[in-house]
């Protein structure tokens, strides 16, 4: 099973950029412990970041004949803004995971609203680094459950 990993804009920047919402931790350290649990659930991955929405839609819609079986996206602020990106999500038709460090309903109410949310098979918001882990998790499950049932 292969998962491709997106990081949307500024996500790059995780460490130093305003610690008290993001936290301390690296692009680097969410990608390690991305894989570490890779690793348990025998999955493999490929990480992907990118400031620019064009590369993030060409990213998607190359995923299924790069032979992924799912996307795990933290599309950052263009989760706010990008119909573009919903469209090659939706074009694309992988089962996709959206994922947000910090609680995007507690913050400024342009964040309230995702354009992905209705479309990706599960969201996870608010639990910091580790919203990255349970969106893989959840993801796994899903593609095994879809699996077996077919």
């Known amino acids: 099973m292969r998962i491709l990993v997106m990081h949307g804009p500024n996500l790059n ?20 412990l991305l894989q570490q649990l890779a690793k348990n659930l025998s999955v493999e991955l490929e990480m992907f970041q990118s400031n620019s929405e064009g590369d993030l839609i060409n990213a998607v819609q190359a995923a299924s004949a790069r032979g992924f079986n799912g996307i795990l996206i933290n599309p950052a602020a263009y989760g706010h803004t990008s119909i573009a990106l919903r469209d090659a999500l939706s074009a694309e038709a992988l089962p996709f995971v959206e994922v947000h460090i910090s609680n995007t309903y507690a913050r400024e109410e342009f964040r309230h609203k995702s354009y992905l949310s209705d479309i990706a098979k599960g969201v996870v918001v ?20 879809s699996t077996r049932s077919k």
Not at 13 to 32: F, K, M, Q
Not at 126 to 145: A, N, Q
């Open 13 to 32: 920047l995780l460490g130093s950029r305003e610690p008290a919402v993001y936290g301390t931790a690296t692009l680097d350290d969410i990608n390690v």
């Open 126 to 145: 608010g639990f910091g680094t580790r919203s990255y882990m349970l969106g893989l998790r959840g993801l796994v499950e899903h593609l095994k459950e």
